[in-house]
């Protein structure tokens, strides 16, 4: 019985930058398309942190670090709003706020523009 190929892939990125999941689809297909006979599923991609970038038999369900920050970053200004709103009222240290978001990440906006000449160059304008 032989086994079936598998990669690992290491990706260097500059702070502050992450890769988005079709710049992770793309090069997992980039090294399984090299590779004869291996499978997408046998490619795993981190990075240089040793962050696992693929996820593999997932439901999708599962949240990243960049998205966990962000949740704890909504729950944690919305419960010093409720503080600074309500201490007026009922006194300072008299109240404690706990806040639990539920965020949907799975939908996408994305917005586009677009420049194209009338069709004639010499009736083209620049955008500057």
Same mark, same amino acid.
């Given at each position: 019985e ?5 990669a690992?892939?290491t =990706? ?16 997992v ?5 090299a590779? /004869? ?7 795993t991609? =981190? @990075?240089?942190?040793g ?8 439901s999708?369900r599962?949240l990243? @670090?960049?998205?966990?920050?962000y949740?704890? @970053? =909504?729950?944690g $200004?919305?419960? $010093? $709003?409720i ?7 009922v006194?300072?240290g008299?109240?404690?706020?706990? =806040?639990?978001?539920?965020?949907d990440f /799975? ?9 194209r000449?009338?069709? @004639?160059?010499?009736? /083209?304008?620049? $955008?500057?």
């Open positions: 032989q086994k079936s190929p598998s690992s892939v =990706v260097n990125l500059l702070p502050g930058r992450a890769l988005d999941e079709g710049q992770i689809s793309a090069i297909h980039l090294v399984s398309s590779v /004869a006979g291996l499978p997408p599923g046998n490619v991609l =981190v @990075d240089q942190g962050h696992l970038l693929t996820q593999s038999n997932t999708g599962d990243n @670090d960049a998205q966990l920050k949740a704890s @970053d =909504v729950e $200004r919305i419960q $010093r $709003r503080e600074a709103i309500l201490s007026p009222i006194g300072n008299n109240i404690h706020a706990q =806040v639990t978001a539920q965020l /799975a939908s996408k906006e994305q917005t586009e523009e677009q420049y000449p009338n069709g @004639d160059e010499s009736h /083209a304008a620049l $955008r500057s």
